[in-house]
């Protein structure tokens, strides 16, 4: 039997005003998947991710997460959100409110548990992403790597059925990518479905099943990593990936 | 004038001492005036804050025409308005009912404008990230815009409270007993600057701590941006 | 007659209107003046401050410190009203124009002197050294490279202040100064009719809403919050 799909998102489009970012975009995502998508700058790559959770309001197409109508007005969006974990290139931690607290503040008021169940999950949370000892530190006393892993826990902490992660490493220094992708890579061998828009090629080759290529709004290409970084098939492709290889 | 003359017109202990029970009074009014307003202007600036968050032109415009108006309009000119003007609408208001709604549209526009710049120095992330675990748009401001919000325009926040403190001394002009009105009584019955002196020292002790605290953190404000 | 023909019989009435619309006029152009002799002497005075207390002398900073203080924490009216009613007891009458001109020319000093201060303290120590290393005498510093950078950060909160205490000329209505609210409370128990007021907050309005549009712009004219 095949699995059902997590996400199923069919000819999503999404205008900004008289600006047409998203043209049609289709994605599908087994569970157990890890799909990558890169593409050049202003693509349409975050607003697609954002639209999987709607924080974006699609214009017009079907969005369904794990057999959730995303789009249909009678949907309770918060419930539905509590499955699909995100997290941003800024990082987004909560400033007045400590490791724990960023990770417990869901747990308490979405999934209304009570605070020492909570704080027991979020530690387990937080110790899935080696930050046991920093639970009482707040961002402004963490580095920028240990920041993300926070949000990382944060999302996980919700036991979610996917997560997408938005260019998750663009605002580290160098030195600090390096935990963040090994967390990543410890939730992918746990089985999360997980659905990546970063330039990280090394991780994409060591981890994804397929990645996509957008440009204009529009997938261009899909297929293995082998297959888009060795051999692609478009024009706009090659480019793309000869350019950032150059970096 | 000898210093003798000046301190018995200005600074007459006798007449002070003589002063001090309804002094006291007046301050215990000011107090609760004090209490019953600013937590009314804070209420009023919430509403307006959070209404400020919606974009829509019908809540926009109206909204800033409020806000705008009642900035505009002196506070005492309020007052005078509700207080001798209500009555001819059939609307006989006691001074504390005027005092109250006055003071919550002229003090909650100001504290909705602190607000509501407060919020806006929330990055948006904020609440994309809060709405992302599933918290709803009241959750993700009571629990995570609000609580900053608040803490970056702290100084403004306490700034305003002091000039409403402050400004309860206009409810003198609608003879409510506060300290103001008191020592005006008390000047008018013994002929004596004193009570109005002791009135001014009371109004200094009480406020200036805050005037310190407000002038430090006005400084390193600023500071932090040369 | 039905309610709103009630209601504007008494709250717009036209033949009071026309009756006190010159009333309230003259209080206008008084209003007007009055604000901006506040306006003048109030950021003179404060500026000065500002530059005196940059010299460094300690004793006088101290005094200048306290002076400010003191009419920060002290509200607008109780200054009026001891400078009005309390200076006769040293044989010195100052007009009702008068005593409002000064009260708010020092409260406005006040706090335009702790804003011109932290714009001053926010320029780096590295301009002073750089333009006195350059020959520049200490005037010239503060007039060529200190100022400008200074008052840019000054000007939002300046506005505000300004306005808010230009706001305050209201109160002059309290020792009987026939500016608007004055002439307007007046003419409301000579004619039994609410009508002056009403025309009283219009004439504010006219007078304030432009001036507070405009401090929203300087606001964001030169954003410097964060
Ligand atoms: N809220 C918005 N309002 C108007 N235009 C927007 C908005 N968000 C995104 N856009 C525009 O949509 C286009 C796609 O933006 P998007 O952020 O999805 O690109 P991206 O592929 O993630 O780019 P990057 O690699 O720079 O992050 C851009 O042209 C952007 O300017
Ligand atoms: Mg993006």
């Not at chain 2, 109005?196 to 932090?224: C, D, H, I, M, T």
Request: hydrophobic share 50%; proline share 5%; glycine share 8%.
């Amino acid at each position: 039997m095949t699995s059902r799909p997590i996400v199923e998102a069919r000819g999503v489009h999404k205008h900004f005003g008289t600006l047409h970012v998203l043209k049609g975009v289709d994605l599908v995502v087994a569970e157990r998947e890890l799909v990558f998508v890169i593409g050049p700058s202003g693509s349409g790559k975050s607003t697609l991710l954002r639209c999987l959770n709607r924080l974006e309001e699609p214009s017009a197409g079907s969005i369904v997460v794990d057999g959730i109508d995303l789009l249909d007005r009678r949907t309770d969006i918060n419930k539905a959100r509590r499955r699909i974990g995100m997290v941003f290139q800024g990082f987004n931690l909560y400033p007045h409110m400590t490791a724990l607290g960023n990770v417990t503040l869901a747990l308490r008021k979405v999934l209304g548990l009570p605070r020492a169940e909570a704080e027991a999950r979020g530690r387990v949370a937080l110790e899935r992403v080696h930050l046991s000892d920093r639970a009482d530190h707040y961002p402004s006393q963490l580095s920028g790597g240990q920041q993300q892993r926070v949000a990382i826990a944060r999302a996980i902490a919700l036991e979610p059925r996917v997560m997408l992660f938005d260019e998750p490493t663009s605002a580290l220094d160098p030195e600090l990518v390096g935990g963040v992708l090994a967390v990543m890579r410890e939730l992918r061998e746990d089985g999360m479905t997980m659905v990546v828009v970063s330039h990280e090629m090394g991780f994409a080759r060591a981890a994804a099943d397929r990645v996509l290529f957008m440009d204009d709004g529009l997938v261009v290409e899909e297929g293995t990593p082998e297959q888009i970084f060795g051999a692609p098939r478009h024009e706009r492709t090659r480019a793309f990936i000869s350019q950032i290889e150059r970096h | 004038m000898s210093w003798e003359d000046f301190a018995l017109a200005f600074l007459n202990l006798e007449i002070m001492r003589e002063a001090s029970p309804i002094l006291v009074q007046g301050l215990v009014q000011t107090i609760l005036l004090s209490l019953l307003v600013v937590p009314l202007g804070l209420v009023g600036g919430t509403v307006l804050a959070l209404l400020s968050t919606v974009r829509h032109p019908l809540v926009r415009w109206p909204l800033m025409a409020w806000v705008d108006t009642f900035r505009a309009l002196p506070p005492l000119v309020l007052l005078v308005f509700i207080y001798a003007g209500m009555p001819f609408a059939g609307l006989e208001l006691p001074a504390w009912g005027a005092v109250a709604i006055g003071f919550f549209l002229n003090t909650g526009a100001y504290y909705g404008e602190i607000l509501r710049a407060g919020i806006e120095s929330v990055p948006r992330g904020q609440m994309e990230a809060a709405r992302s675990t599933g918290l709803t748009r009241g959750q993700a401001m009571a629990y995570v815009v609000m609580p900053q919000a608040v803490r970056n325009v702290l100084p403004d926040l306490i700034s305003n409270t002091l000039e409403v403190v402050k400004l309860t001394s206009i409810a003198s002009v609608v003879a409510l007993p506060e300290l103001l009105f008191q020592a005006r009584q008390a000047q008018s019955v013994t002929y004596n600057a004193s009570p109005l002196v002791a009135a001014a020292v009371v109004y200094f002790v009480l406020l200036w701590p805050v005037v310190r605290l407000l002038s430090r953190l006005e400084n390193r404000q600023l500071a932090g941006r040369g | 007659m039905t309610a709103w023909e009630r209601f504007a019989d008494s709250f717009l009435n036209a033949r009071v209107a026309a009756e006190y619309l010159p009333k309230i006029v003259d209080g206008f152009r008084l209003t007007v003046v009055l604000a901006l002799l506040i306006v003048v002497s109030g950021l003179a005075a404060g500026l000065l401050l500002a530059l005196v207390r940059s010299l460094g002398v300690r004793p006088l900073n101290w005094l200048i410190i306290f002076v400010v203080d003191l009419f920060r924490a002290l509200p607008p009216l109780v200054v009026i009203v001891l400078l009005f009613f309390g200076l006769p007891a040293a044989g010195m009458q100052l007009s009702g124009f008068a005593s409002t001109w000064l009260a708010l020319s020092l409260v406005l000093m006040a706090f335009a002197e702790e804003i011109f201060w932290a714009g001053i303290t926010s320029v780096p120590k590295g301009q002073w050294e750089a333009a006195r290393s350059t020959g520049l005498t200490f005037v010239q510093t503060l007039r060529f490279v200190v100022l400008p950078q200074a008052i840019r950060l000054t000007i939002p909160p300046l506005t505000n202040r300004t306005i808010a205490i230009t706001k305050g000329t209201a109160l002059a209505s309290v020792v009987a100064v026939q500016e608007i609210l004055g002439a307007a409370h007046a003419g409301v128990s000579f004619s039994f009719n609410p009508t002056p007021l009403t025309l009283g907050a219009l004439a504010y309005l006219v007078l304030f809403i432009p001036v507070v549009v405009f401090g929203r712009w300087v606001e964001t004219r030169f954003a410097w919050r964060r």
